[in-house]
């Protein structure tokens, strides 16, 4: 039992990596430049653990309550997890030790909740600022219309490290219709570059199973990747495609 899960994790980071790389390729850019997180949502932490032993060090988790443990469970130097789900601002004390990112900061009352409990603690945290880039109802996400002001803003707190910005394109038939959210995601990064000048802007967070490839041709320097790696999750017997 094991032994195929190892395998098919194996053959599956492999594909990933490759397809990674392609696309890097297609777009003249490194593929170093561009850093897989293997989101594990739903998945046992002995699953993640055996994505680290083939490589994997970036893992991303979108509910509190489930990664603690996990986190708890799997946390060696040269572990990085990245907080990517919508966080309520009374949870911000929960996520600031365990977790070295949080890449959904989508509103200026919980980057200062995090900026607080990371000061007590002495830390730094790495952030992203989250842009719901597509306007769909469903989506988290400060709108691009106000990311410039709230950037600015986030940005001034000094116990966070404003790195870049991350977003969750529509889901589409044809990931091909998800590309003009990834380049406005860009756009709005090199606006922010010329406009917030102390921070980098430098990583994009875009692309999941169905649309890593476009994303990176996008620019994307970081891509968030569950069921190509994992297979399909399973809520409480439930096989499904969403989020
Ligand atoms: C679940 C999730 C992913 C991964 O989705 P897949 O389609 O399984 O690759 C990426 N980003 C966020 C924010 C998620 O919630």
Redesign the pocket.
């Known amino acids: 039992m094991n032994e195929n899960i190892h395998e098919q994790l194996a053959t599956n980071i492999a594909e990933v990596r490759a397809n990674i790389a392609a696309a890097a390729q297609r777009a003249g850019r490194s593929a170093e430049k561009i850093r897989l997180?293997a989101?594990s949502?739903t998945v046992a932490v002995e699953l993640v653990k055996i994505a680290y032993n083939l490589g994997v060090t970036h893992f991303?988790e979108?509910r509190v309550q489930d990664a603690l443990p996990k986190i708890a469970d799997f946390h060696p130097q040269g572990v990085y997890w990245h907080m990517?789900?919508h966080l309520q601002s009374n949870k911000a004390n929960k996520v600031v030790a365990p977790f070295d990112s949080v890449?959904?900061v989508d509103s200026l009352h919980l980057a200062q909740a995090l900026n607080r409990h990371a000061a007590e603690q002495g830390k730094l945290l790495p952030v992203l600022l989250?842009v719901n880039v597509s306007g769909e109802a469903s989506k988290e996400g400060m709108t691009p219309a106000e990311a410039p002001a709230l950037a600015r803003q986030i940005a001034a707190l000094p116990a966070l490290e404003v790195l870049g910005m991350?977003t969750?394109a529509p889901l589409v038939a044809n990931a091909e219709k998800a590309r003009p959210v990834f380049r406005a995601l860009r756009e709005l990064r090199d606006q922010l570059q010329n406009e917030v000048p102390h921070c980098s802007w430098e990583e994009l967070?875009m692309?999941?199973?169905?649309?890593?490839r476009i994303a990176i041709e996008e620019g994307a320097t970081i891509?968030?990747?569950?069921?190509?790696?994992?297979g399909?999750?399973v809520y409480k017997g439930v096989t499904t495609?969403e989020?």
């Open positions: 997180v989101v949502k991303g979108n990517i789900g890449q959904s989250q991350m969750i967070s692309g999941m199973t169905d649309d890593y891509v968030r990747i569950g069921r190509a790696i994992f399909e999750r495609h989020t």
